[in-house]
């Protein structure tokens, strides 16, 4: 295994690790990838609509992410990665359930994701409105109706992903 | 043991989109169909998920695949759900790469940034309406969400320390008061 790949692995654990939820990981992932320029946004969006179209936790858009930057061993990479950090809830449970019950911990645990919540609203944003680009007014009205029908829960995320690209292919082609 | 692995592959391979889709298929399994678990242990592991790190599914698949049947449990439960359905989502990976650089799919990509830019956004304003709590404090945590997203947005500064610093305030200022859901965050 290459030394590149193993640095990769440790960022994907690490963003894993630090992340709550199969979407927390993204703004860390873009700020250590894409803003390092190992990956692309456009890569990321790629990865992010797969997850949604493909079965399993839509967690797995990472394993796509790793396939689109380091092929086979890429998607291997962070599939272990993405899978080994919520495994802690194993020996957490049994050793530490009390503690994991208490009033700091349920504090710690809304604290993260409230800061998580943040850094997506700021992380979605950005890829509706990506830096030094000027967004069409119909991918704005497309974001903001995405972030609605998502919020309401009442559309199949694949359905969003499917008539965004059918919108691109309509209006930008 | 086989029986579990051929629950969670099922699992994996069918059901589409994740979080609740997965959720819903796990719980029809495993509890309606299969009797394996019960539906108070379901809800408890659920609500334990809640507190791991990472992909709370794979939480779930580890904790239910422990009580189900040990450690071997786990392993059987998280490769069963993940592996499958990691091929697929590989497959589909290098399906579109076969077709990225046509124009059709660059017109395609234009419309799906600012989709999935947008269901971003909308999951994290479901995780905000499920972890805020009610009257005042509800004013203090929506606070730090438009503070975590201001820092991410104006300043260099990493979210890596922007998590942090949401984990330690929260732990000495955010316990008290009960959420607006009683699970929390969802995905």
Redesign the interface.
């Given at each position: 295994m290459s030394s590149d790949l193993i640095a990769l692995f440790v960022v994907f654990l690490k963003d894993s690790a630090l992340a709550l939820g199969g979407l927390g990981s993204l703004p860390l992932l873009r700020q250590d990838l894409v803003a390092t320029g190992l990956a692309t946004d456009a890569q990321l969006v790629q990865a992010l609509a797969i997850g949604r179209l493909s079965t399993g936790p839509n967690g797995l858009w990472v394993v796509s992410l790793g396939y689109q930057m380091a092929g086979g061993l890429g998607a291997v990479m962070a599939l272990v990665a993405s899978s080994l950090p919520p495994l802690v809830i194993l020996p957490a449970t049994a050793v530490a359930r009390r503690w994991l019950l208490s009033v700091p911990f349920a504090g710690l645990i809304r604290g993260t994701a409230l800061a998580t919540a943040g850094l997506l609203c700021a992380t979605g944003i950005s890829l509706i409105v990506p830096n030094g680009e000027a967004p069409s007014g119909w991918q704005i009205v497309t974001g903001i109706a995405a972030a609605g029908v998502t919020y309401q829960g009442r559309l199949h995320p694949a359905v969003v992903v499917i008539a965004g690209a059918l919108l691109g292919v309509l209006l930008a082609a | 043991m086989r029986e579990l692995a051929k629950i969670f592959i099922a699992?994996?391979?069918?059901?589409?989109?994740?979080?609740?889709?997965?959720l819903f298929l796990l719980r029809r399994f495993l509890v309606e169909r299969k009797r394996l678990i019960s539906e108070r242990d379901f809800t408890e592991a659920w609500a334990?998920?809640?507190?791991?790190?990472?992909?709370?599914?794979?939480?779930l698949a580890?904790?239910l695949g422990?009580r189900i049947a040990g450690w071997r449990g786990?392993i059987v439960a998280?490769s069963g759900?993940?592996?499958?359905?990691?091929l697929?989502?590989?497959a589909?990976?290098?399906a579109?790469?076969l077709i990225?650089d046509q124009?059709?799919a660059?017109?395609?990509?234009?419309?799906?940034?600012?989709?999935?830019?947008?269901?971003?956004?909308?999951?994290?304003?479901?995780?905000?309406?499920?972890?805020?709590?009610h009257g005042w404090r509800a004013g203090v945590?929506i606070a730090?969400?438009?503070?975590?997203?201001?820092?991410?947005?104006i300043t260099t500064l990493?979210?890596?320390a922007?998590?942090?610093?949401?984990?330690?305030?929260?732990?000495?200022?955010?316990?008290?008061g009960r959420?607006t859901t009683p699970e929390?965050?969802t995905?």
């Open positions: - | 699992v994996g391979t069918q059901s589409v989109g994740g979080g609740t889709a997965t334990l998920c809640q507190l791991s790190p990472g992909i709370h599914l794979v939480a580890g904790l422990q786990v998280v759900m993940m592996v499958p359905a990691a697929i989502t590989v589909m990976t290098a579109y790469g990225a124009p059709v660059n017109a395609a990509l234009k419309g799906m940034a600012p989709a999935t830019g947008g269901m971003t956004l909308g999951l994290a304003l479901v995780l905000v309406r499920d972890a805020r709590r945590d730090v969400v438009i503070i975590a997203s201001a820092v991410l947005l990493s979210s890596i922007v998590i942090v610093s949401g984990a330690a305030i929260g732990a000495l200022f955010l316990g008290r959420p929390g965050a995905e």
